[in-house]
């Protein structure tokens, strides 16, 4: 069982933290956040409640955590938190669900 990832990605010239975890059944929703210098720039939250039943559901929850933290990475370096990262004024959180 896989409790989370992390990596810390340059880019820009500044270093951003992915941090990818799995709340478990009792709470089921794996959560990944986007740090630049210990502000929350973004976050997503997924819920699988749907799928506490399935068979093997370990292997599916990582699989789940695999794709959300790679997708935050691919956002970042796409220059979709850009703004919000570089801008003083911007707001540093954004929840997606």
């Known amino acids: 069982m896989v409790l989370g990832y992390n990596h810390n990605v340059m880019y820009k ?9 799995d709340s478990g059944v009792a709470n089921p929703h794996v959560i990944t956040l986007l740090y630049r210098g210990g502000m929350i720039v973004s976050s997503k939250k997924i819920n699988y409640s749907d ?47």
Do not use: Y
């Open 13 to 21: 010239g500044e270093v951003f933290h992915v941090q990818t975890e």
């Open 51 to 97: 799928i506490l039943k399935m068979d093997k559901l370990e292997v599916v929850v990582e699989e789940l955590m695999k794709e959300q933290h790679k997708d935050m990475m691919r956002r970042l370096k796409a220059g979709d938190f850009d703004e919000k990262a570089f801008s003083v004024n911007a707001p540093l959180t954004e929840n997606e669900s």
